[in-house]
């Protein structure tokens, strides 16, 4: 499902909600360039949380800083008893998530076993942001980590 560009900010949840309620099978979500900002990432963690078939989600050169992290990382935690979310892939890149963002996505590393590939590529994440990251990798984690 490709909304690159479609300005979407205003109407996240609505469209966003309705297209991904028909949808039954695996599913890449590309939100990039739709001047997505905290508030957006708060009604989109809720979607995805209820989501069954996302996999891969790109919100690359949006406006998502420190809050819209940490609301996308709260969707993605896994919650006792509960399976893992599905999503496999998550683009962040050329953002502003900083080093408080980049350690909520850390903390997810350690606990959701489907993350294998998520990209803070732009993200002015800084040393401890790295650090954090690095102190959460798994053993199993894929090489190919994107900073």
């Given at each position: 499902?490709d909304?690159?560009?479609?300005?979407?900010?205003?109407?996240?949840?609505?469209?966003?909600?309705?297209?991904?309620?028909?949808?039954?099978?695996?599913?890449?979500?590309?939100?990039?360039?739709?001047?997505?900002?905290?508030?957006?990432?708060?009604?989109?963690?809720?979607?995805?949380?209820?989501?069954?078939?996302?996999?891969?989600?790109?919100?690359?050169?949006?406006?998502?800083?420190m809050?819209?992290?940490?609301?996308?990382?709260a969707?993605?935690?896994?919650?006792?008893?509960?399976?893992?979310?599905?999503?496999?892939?998550?683009?962040?890149?050329?953002?502003?998530?900083?080093?408080?963002?980049?350690?909520?996505?850390a903390?997810?590393?350690?606990?959701?076993?489907?993350?294998?590939?998520?990209?803070?590529?732009?993200?002015?994440?800084?040393?401890?942001?790295?650090?954090?990251?690095?102190?959460?990798?798994?053993?199993?984690?894929?090489?190919?980590?994107?900073?």
């Open positions: 499902m909304m690159t560009g479609w300005q979407l900010q205003n109407s996240l949840h609505d469209k966003l909600g309705d297209a991904m309620s028909s949808v039954k099978t695996t599913v890449e979500v590309n939100l990039s360039y739709n001047g997505i900002g905290d508030d957006e990432c708060e009604q989109l963690a809720r979607v995805i949380k209820q989501s069954k078939t996302v996999k891969r989600l790109i919100l690359e050169n949006n406006h998502i800083h809050k819209g992290a940490q609301a996308l990382a969707a993605l935690t896994p919650e006792t008893g509960k399976d893992d979310p599905p999503l496999e892939e998550l683009n962040l890149k050329n953002n502003g998530i900083g080093s408080e963002g980049a350690t909520a996505i903390q997810v590393l350690t606990s959701n076993k489907n993350l294998k590939k998520v990209n803070l590529y732009w993200n002015n994440i800084g040393n401890s942001g790295l650090q954090a990251i690095c102190q959460n990798l798994r053993n199993d984690f894929p090489k190919d980590f994107v900073l």
